[in-house]
């Protein structure tokens, strides 16, 4: 019996769905989706592996495994990283801090950006914008490339601000980009600005690669915290284990500071070398991980310089 049959007599013989076990179960890859999907509903994600395992087998490179492969990593990484997801986070941060001024970097369908309230002015850059959701704030966007944004703009023109009061960087996965995001918006920072990550957190290697290879991608952005984290110990740098790929959060930053820039060939070299498997096992306390907690977070935020 294929791992198919068996999940589809189990899941609905044992709840009385059918009547007949001998129902006839039709092969196909959404019957393999279908039936992934039903693991995943009761938390059975060795199930759902065995399901997409096979489907790939029977069926390769088809587009239902890819799905059904990103929601078991979805899964997955509700039970390794309990608690409010990133966008409960990004709510929380714009309730609490209420920035006069926000940056988000990587704005896609707006879903992250939908969470600005008024009176925050909003600057949105990514070079396949195709926003669906709503934005409630005064906001201009940036169909560019986030280098291409910071050599034609001068920001604080932009926002009509000296600075920026909370950035959030999503943008490409690689983590030099994502340390060319931070060197950029560093010049318009005050001590008390806060800058997200979003996708610092891997769970396994397989999507933490440079190169996408898998449907979740979070590509090799935890290097650029684990940089900043040893180039730059004036900064206050910690990171939320929020699904699905950790938010870090790094405050009382220095305009004057060009160190990241002066030295970036030096640390592309070096960051290059550093390797997902050896720093994995030991991610949590690398990175400087606290709990997903808005109390304590609210607390580590407190101690920004003024
Ligand atoms: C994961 S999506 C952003 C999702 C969004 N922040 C959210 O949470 O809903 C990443 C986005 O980064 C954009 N992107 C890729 N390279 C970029 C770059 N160099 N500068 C700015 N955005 C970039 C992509 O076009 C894509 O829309």
Same mark, same amino acid.
């Given at each position: ?33 279908? *039936?992934? =999907?039903?693991? !995943?509903?009761?938390? %059975?994600? @060795? ?6 395992? +096979? ?111 909370? *950035?959030? =960087?999503?943008? !490409?996965?690689?983590? %030099?980009? @994502? ?6 918006? +560093? ?120």
């Amino acid at each position: 019996m294929s791992i198919l049959t068996s999940i589809f007599k189990d899941i609905f013989t044992s709840r009385n769905r059918i009547q007949s076990s001998s129902a006839q179960i039709e092969i196909s890859p959404q019957s393999y989706y279908d *039936a992934g =999907i039903k693991c !995943l509903d009761h938390r %059975d994600i @060795a199930g759902a592996q065995a399901v997409y395992a +096979e489907c790939l087998q029977v069926f390769p490179g088809n587009s239902k495994a890819r799905h059904l492969e990103f929601a078991i990593h979805s899964v997955t990484l509700q039970v390794r990283f309990p608690g409010s997801d990133y966008l409960k986070w990004l709510e929380w941060f714009h309730a609490t801090l209420t920035p006069k001024t926000y940056v988000e970097i990587g704005v896609e369908s707006g879903e992250s950006l939908q969470y600005a309230r008024p009176p925050t002015r909003a600057i949105g850059i990514d070079p396949a914008l195709r926003i669906v959701n709503s934005v409630q704030v005064w906001s201009k966007m940036f169909k560019l490339p986030s280098d291409d944004f910071f050599l034609q703009h001068n920001l604080a023109e932009v926002l009509g601000a000296e600075n920026f009061d909370l *950035a959030f =960087i999503d943008g !490409l996965h690689t983590f %030099d980009q @994502a340390l060319k995001d931070f060197i950029n918006l +560093e010049r318009f920072s005050t001590p008390t600005s806060v800058v997200l990550f979003h996708d610092i957190l891997p769970h396994i290697p397989l999507t933490a690669q440079r190169e996408p290879a898998s449907e979740l991608w979070l590509g090799d952005t935890w290097k650029a915290i684990a940089i900043l984290l040893k180039y730059r110990p004036d900064l206050h740098i910690f990171t939320i284990p929020a699904s699905p790929s950790g938010l870090a959060v790094v405050t009382n930053l220095d305009r004057g500071n060009d160190s990241l820039h002066r030295n970036f060939d030096t640390i592309f070299k070096e960051a290059m070398a550093l390797d997902v498997e050896s720093y994995l096992p030991d991610i949590e306390r690398r990175l400087n991980v606290t709990g997903n907690d808005f109390g304590l977070v609210k607390s580590l935020l407190e101690t920004r310089k003024p």
